[in-house]
């Protein structure tokens, strides 16, 4: 027993002395094994402090409320639309401060209201709350932090973050922008909400009660939920039970707990789906470290051949030398996971720094949260990766055999012809695969597509080592023509070892090939849509909230029709219908008017807006009626006169007869609602269904320049809305597909600078493996100057060969993915953004350059003497 103890201490002596003789090439693959891992802990951490944050924000907003009153809703928006929320009736509050357990009952009284500093701005971050003042410790978090509560009609208190960015003070004139328009009052106070910090996140203004039914809500009868607080001793399902005893119809009682899980759950399926978007960046960050680890010991093994046969020789057995070289991983892991964990708590901050960023607002991010699955996930994903990366070169170590101790060199590699043959076959069948994929449409095309491109990249990463010493000849061609003796061995070394050129460039590859990807993608998303708008945007102009939540006021629409030029002034609700069991999404307003807006045509015997009832059966004039875009229709087999049941979100049944099927292609009408619904009827289930936009025509010869002065002045009371016309419209539409690409390419960036470290340790080692060769070009008179641009050239060689392969590859996919997704996303047309993808390129040859300055230092700097000695 004592002799395996034995073995194991000196097993374990040999992996620590191995980590220490080779720390400093180590150090870089225990860096990649950092990024990786950060990039895991970070995200875990930034959601988890997410999580936790808006747990304490709604645990605010819940506060002291046991039971919440709210009109009945017969479905969710699950489209992401802003459907206002139906009164609950001023009857339902007396009822309920009634009903048995019931301590305190108030109606809360809510809508859009906005501070407008001294420079005309909107004040704080989005929503712009407006309230009724009501303070109570039991059903309110609100604390006067100066001044006094609102009394007067013309008197407000803001909350203190707001008054902070406005600099109005106590008995400063503020004006506030509603839904009807801007007023001015006097602030009267400054209250703070909450505890959990929320109210930095929050933009309140409180107005009195009286004030605030006039300016906030739609009919004055009514409030917008009423918050319940129990008797003590009385249970939250026990309070709702009572509640709901006495409501009137179209109210309903839900517990606090319940409504404040409902409030919170959008945030929370929004966290979760950042949550795995960031994963899936970090697993490939991850894959791309591997690749760094794995050619640093498959290089330190090659160095170490004849250490590696002693060991063989004086009693080693292979699975101990296996061991120690895994061992040495180990080490590199578990030191590069904890490392990560360190670096993931600041990647966490720069995270919530990068979201607030593209959200244009401060998220709610307090003290970082390191939950228990970051820790697991760290050392779970890093010290596996590690070893699987480590595993192939151990196994190489162990096969070295001890007579390998008296040769001067390790065996030269092995042939690349099965290589070839096995690159080749993977490839031709990935290209197969996407072609057939080009040739379908719908879900098996992006299958086929999506597994064709995995193919031909695995089958490029296998023949990678065949292309690479040709590729390295033509792309250092320039260097060894132009660049002298240093030109001319630097375009040698990278084509010495194909096997090593080809492995150190594949992270590189990896990145950019994904970069290429999105690149290509993103381009003819926004060519595309830039397309689709110039054909089919039929508005000169569009009035819009500043954001997607801010209602657009009808009072604001009688302003703008009545400015000289304006032909027509279009007002446009989003809609949500239950139909067939499944809610879709609709537009609605006067169907005759939209139909004339969007230039909708109806072919023969497709009916239309004009039809009147019972003509050949196809119209029935206002009322549950439905016109339907062709590609509805045919998904769903409706024809004009098919009745469809349905149901309004107050829960109403109705029988929808579709009276007119419009064409709604891509060559036709680009732009054209999936269906419209009459307003009226509509309305008269959803009553306070907010204008989403407005979309202006101006007369033919108007002139643009006095006619968009007109719009602003008439627009001036409402400083929340935004006027754009048809440039600024696909501007902005442009905008936002750059927003992702850009965000995206800040992701898939750290897999760029994984790749440019991989570079860094590759010379590195390369610079150790060569030492004699180093000392002996000094000692027959090369310079130090270019002995550095000789390794320089060889990492341009090696970097832009990476790119190149990568960005080539991307090409392909994202030329084929675009091809696949063309019927489905509308990504009509391909465009390649040539420029920025030589942009890369260049970028890739600058990181080459940076990565070679390190070891091209430390190979100067060799004293000739010495290296010309090593073995």
Known sequence: MRRPRGRGAVLFRLVLRGLAAHRARLALSAGAVVVGVAFVAGTLIFTATLDRSFDHAFADLGHGTDTVVRATKAFDDEFGGREAERPVPA??????????????????????????????????????????????????????????????????AIDDGSAKES??????????VTRAGTRTFRLAGVFRFGVSGVGSSVAMTAFTPATAHRLLMERPDGYARIDVHAAPGVSQERL????????????????????????????????????KMLLAFALISVFVGSFIIFNTFAMLVAQRTRELALLRAVGASRAQVTRSVLGEAAGVAVAGSTLGIAAGLGLALGLARLMSLVAGEALPFGTPVVPGAALLASYGVGIPVT?????????????IPPVAALRDAAATGRPLRARAVAGAVLAVAGL?????????????????SGGGAAAFFVGVTVASPVISRPAAGLLGWPFARFGGAAGRMGRRNAQRDPRQTAATASALTIGLALIATVSVLTQSMSVS????????????????????????????LAAVARVPGVRTAVPIRDARLRLNGEVRPAMTGTPNQLAAHFHLSFPPGNGGPGQRPGESGRGQGPGDVLLVGRSVASAHGWTVGSRVPGEYQDGAKATFRVVGVYDDGKATAPTAPPMIVDDVAYRRHVPDSQLDRIELTVAPGTDAGAARRSLEAALAPWPNLRLEDRAEIKAGAAKDIDLFLQLVLALLVLSVLIAALGIVNTLALAVVQRTREIGLLRAVGMQRSQLRRMIRYEAVVISVYGAVLGIGTGLVFGVV??????????????????????????????????????????AARMEVLHAITTE
Not at 253 to 271: M, S
Not at 387 to 399: Q, S, T
Not at 432 to 447: I, R, S
């Open 432 to 448: 197969m695969a996407m072609g057939a994929g080009m040739l379908n449409d719908g879900k098996t095309a992006l299958v086929l």
């Open 817 to 858: 993915l675009q091809r696949a997704m063309a019927g489905e996303a509308g990504m009509d047309a391909l465009a390649v953004p040539y420029g920025r993808l030589l942009l890369y390129v260049a970028f890739a040859a600058l990181i080459g350059v940076l990565a070679a300055v390190w070891p091209a230092r430390r």
């Open 167 to 176: 600099g109005y003070r106590i008995g400063d004139r503020v004006t506030v």
């Open 529 to 556: 849509v830039d397309r689709q708008l110039e054909k089919g945007l039929t508005a000169d102009y569009r009035i819009t909230g500043r954001s997607r939540i801010v209602p657009v006021s009808p009072e604001a």
């Open 387 to 399: 070893l699987a990366a480590a595993y192939v070169p151990a196994r190489r170590a162990a096969r």
């Open 91 to 156: 009857s339902a509050l007396k009822a309920v401060q009634g009903a048995e357990g019931v301590a305190k009952a108030h109606g809360v009284v809510s809508g859009f209201a906005a501070v407008v500093d001294r420079r005309g701005r909107i004040v704080g971050p989005e929503p712009q709350t407006g309230v009724d003042w009501y303070e109570d410790r039991d059903l309110s978090r609100t604390r006067l932090v100066s001044g006094t509560a609102p009394t007067a009609a013309d008197e407000i």
């Open 240 to 275: 709702r039970a009572a509640v709901a005893s006495v409501l009137p119809p179209g109210a309903e009682a839900v517990t606090g707990q319940r409504a404040t899980a409902e409030q919170a759950e959008p945030l929370k399926d929004l966290i979760s789906a950042m949550r």
